[in-house]
């Protein structure tokens, strides 16, 4: 969409998103039934989780403990007598009529996130946290003649994250949405593959008029699943209703889909005021009571989380402020860091390392942390070898694209190959001589004043020993040689 750019407006948005994030349980919420990604159709389901009349459902603790881990990291109030209601609606991919959720009293509440954006700290709240069932899934033939049901979905635990509209852009939307990833992957609550659809935002979004007080009309914009897409849908819808409200219309309260192809949102369904759904507290489930001993038991298995760790790594390895925000930004990438940073003296090479080269490959292969080639072993070593001098820098970066190849012991390329750093002051004397005498032009601008030309010779020293000299003694030694010659 061409045209208007909203931050050149008079029109602010105004965002709250809605985030389900399928919980990382082995079991399914009411059933003993299997949640694995990617099994057969209908091989993980049975009585209870495709609502046959008279089955009964039995909560998974598990998932209620997820639920309120996800609560405690995110700053939540945990409720000790909560309730699941149903919520009813038809479709064909939910055969109970009904998904069990939390409506009026839902496991944790009032929470909030803290997100940087631009330098500035910002509070995002967080109305609750409540726990759900997902429905099953339905798979349109091509020729759209038929559909297929598959069941394995039905009944796999989520819980929604709702927040309150305190977002304002598209990028406080991506640092939130990272932020709460980052927290749900330290927790172990949700694998948060969002390929694979275990984290989904809705996005409600609204714009008003900078300063305003009041709300506008909100469109909501339902399953996106990846950060990207949340972007571009937020970028779009703001600038699109503004677009709305500058040509003198309304905007219409309704629910929208993305289109990511397009790059478009479009109409799904009007919403006029609240779904009717009927909630009721679900009969066959009884209320969720938190005692202090299971709440004491849930708060102690917490980990360190990402702010906590991003301020120890800033005060125990020296990291500047910036890499330790990025290096906590993946439990992954975290854990690898400290198993690394252990083994060596320079943990600032290390988080170079990760920063650098290690995130170049991976985004260029499309690989995940825990699949890089490179031990955190070996990449200590690497550190170790380039500092105590044994290798340039410039020969580590060679070493370490055999090392990717290979995950091999970085002494052992280095001596395989021959790769060593010459500290062997004649033998580079040697090449020093034949390099001024081959560069006879370049010793006379040197002659005449040209002092920069040093640095060509320097480079041609270099090259003939394959980065291996000494840049130290080179120095030295250039030097000495030019005045010898000068002097002659
Ligand atoms: P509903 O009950 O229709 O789902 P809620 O009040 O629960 O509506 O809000 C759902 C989400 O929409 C929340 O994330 C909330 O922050 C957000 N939201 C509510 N009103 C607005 C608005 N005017 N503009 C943008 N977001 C909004
Ligand atoms: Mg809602
Ligand atoms: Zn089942």
Redesign the pocket.
């Known amino acids: 969409m061409k045209g208007l750019n909203i931050r050149q407006t008079e029109y602010e948005a105004?965002?709250?998103?809605?985030v389900h994030a399928g919980l990382a349980v082995n079991t399914k919420m009411y059933c003993g039934c299997k949640t694995e990604f990617g099994a057969e159709p209908n091989t993980q389901c049975c009585p209870v989780c495709t609502g046959m009349p008279g089955a009964l459902p039995v909560l998974n603790r598990k998932a209620v403990e997820y639920a309120i881990k996800a609560g405690l990291a995110t700053n939540c109030s945990i409720i000790r007598y909560s309730r699941q209601d149903r919520k009813h609606y038809f479709y064909p991919d939910l055969p109970k009529g009904y998904q069990a959720s939390q409506h009026n009293l839902p496991l944790c509440t009032g929470g909030f996130l803290e997100i940087e954006v631009n330098m500035s700290a910002k509070k995002v709240g967080i109305?609750g946290i409540h726990i759900e069932e997902d429905a099953g899934k339905l798979i349109h033939d091509e020729s759209g003649k038929y559909s297929l049901v598959d069941y394995n979905r039905s009944g796999v635990p989520l819980i929604e994250i709702?927040?309150?509209?305190?977002l304002g852009s598209s990028e406080e939307v991506r640092a939130f949405i990272l932020k709460l990833k980052t927290i749900l992957e330290y927790t172990g609550v949700c694998d948060c593959k969002m390929q694979e659809g275990s984290l989904r935002v809705?996005i409600?979004?609204?714009v008003r008029r900078r300063g305003e007080s009041t709300?506008?009309?909100?469109t909501?914009i339902k399953n996106l699943n990846s950060v990207r897409a949340i972007v571009r849908a937020v970028e779009y819808e703001a600038k699109r209703q503004a677009e709305e409200l500058e040509k003198g219309r309304s905007v219409r309260q309704e629910t929208r889909r993305w289109d990511d192809a397009r790059g478009v949102s479009y109409p799904m369904r009007e919403?006029k005021g609240?779904?009717d759904y009927r909630f009721f507290p679900d009969p066959d489930l009884c209320p969720i009571v938190i005692d202090d001993a299971w709440l004491n038991e849930i708060k102690s298995s917490l980990p360190e989380l990402p702010d906590e760790k991003k301020k120890r790594f800033v005060l125990e390895y020296k990291l500047p402020a910036y890499d330790a925000d990025f290096i906590t930004g993946s439990k992954q990438l975290s854990d690898y860091f400290e198993e690394a940073a252990k083994r060596c003296r320079n943990h600032r090479a290390v988080c170079n390392w990760l920063m650098g080269d290690i995130s170049k490959k991976l985004n260029e292969s499309n690989i995940e942390v825990s699949d890089i080639p490179v031990s955190p072993e070996n990449l200590a070593k690497l550190v170790e070898l380039t500092d105590s001098g044994i290798i340039s820098w410039k020969i580590a970066k060679q070493v370490f694209v055999v090392m990717w190849d290979t995950n091999r012991d970085p002494a052992e390329i280095i001596e395989e190959k021959g790769l060593r750093v010459i500290n062997d002051t004649e033998e580079i004397r040697k090449v020093i001589i034949q390099v001024l005498e081959e560069n006879p032009k370049a010793v006379e601008d040197i002659r005449n004043g040209k002092e920069k030309t040093i640095g060509f010779l320097i480079g041609q020293v270099m090259r003939k020993t394959g980065g291996k000299a000494s840049p130290g003694i080179v120095n030295r030694l250039i030097f000495e040689e030019l005045e010898r010659l000068f002097h002659e």
């Not at 105004?14 to 809605?18: D, P």
């Open positions: 105004v965002i709250g998103l809605e109305r709702v927040t309150a509209p305190d809705d409600n979004l609204s709300f506008g009309n909100r909501e919403k609240a779904d």
